[in-house]
T-cell receptor
Framework: NAGVTQTPKFQVLKTGQSMTLQCAQD?????MSWYRQDPGMGLRLIHY???????DQGEVPNGYNVSRSTTEDFPLRLLSAAPSQTSVYFC????????????FGPGTRLTVT | KNQVEQSPQSLIILEGKNCTLQ??????????LRWYKQDTGRGPVSLTI?????NTKSNGRYTATLDADTKQSSLHITASQLSDSASYIC????????????FGAGTRLAVHP
């Protein structure tokens, strides 16, 4: 049981480039989400999904796309990277019912120059 | 506005000492309150989850309290160890909708020998 995995661990992009951050979980969780963490701020929700084929926007969705074709995978796409997207990105998953634990991946540190 | 504020921002204590971290929130409607531990370079890991009716919950040397009337929570660490050096994040979940979490900015704890 690997939990939540993310790749890559580090990435440097030039402004305007696109890329996909990968996230996978093997716990059969319905709910998956993407956050960004910036210095001095709490984690902010980018997008989330409550099941395969269902996604919705979080607090800071601009510049990012997601899809959920399977229960296990929830990739985050940066369409045209900007320096403001320099951050650490975390993927998380949990079951939908009740006050249940949310499991986070190890994070992807992204720098946009 | 839904907010979670933590204090202090950072704290240094000596190994073996106790400490208490504070969390005040203005989140409504409230579902539950979580404390996470985040080691440097890693994703957050859940320590405790408390619902409205719970006013204390322990996880080993970590004890969280919740006062839903004053909208305050604390995390008490007993007999600190070097491995307790980390950021501690307070998170409040909104009820209704799909698990919308409001994150505090965290308290960075350093335990020195």
């Amino acid at each position: 049981n690997a939990g939540v995995t993310q790749t890559p661990k580090f990435q440097v992009l030039k402004t305007g480039q696109s890329m996909t951050l990968q996230c996978a979980q093997d716990m059969n969780h319905e709910y998956m989400s993407w956050y960004r963490q910036d210095p001095g701020m709490g984690l902010r929700l980018i997008h989330y999904s409550v099941g395969a084929g269902i996604t919705d926007q979080g607090e800071v969705p601009n510049g990012y796309n997601v899809s959920r074709s399977t229960t296990e995978d929830f990739p985050l796409r940066l369409l045209s990277a900007a320096p403001s997207q320099t951050s650490v990105y975390f993927c998380a998953s949990q079951t939908l019912a009740g006050a249940n634990e949310q499991y986070f991946g190890p994070g992807t540190r992204l720098t946009v120059t | 506005k839904n907010q979670v504020e933590q204090s202090p921002q950072s704290l240094i204590i000596l190994e073996g000492k106790n400490c208490t971290l504070q969390c005040n929130y203005t989140v409504s409607p409230f579902s539950n309150l979580r404390w996470y531990k985040q080691d440097t370079g890693r994703g957050p890991v859940s320590l405790t989850i408390m619902t409205f009716s719970e006013n204390t919950k322990s996880n080993g040397r970590y004890t969280a309290t919740l006062d839903a009337d004053t909208k305050q929570s604390s995390l008490h660490i007993t007999a600190s160890q070097l491995s307790d050096s980390a950021s501690y994040i307070c998170v409040v979940t909104l009820s209704g909708g799909y698990n919308k979490l409001i994150f505090g900015a965290g308290t960075r704890l350093a335990v020195h020998p």
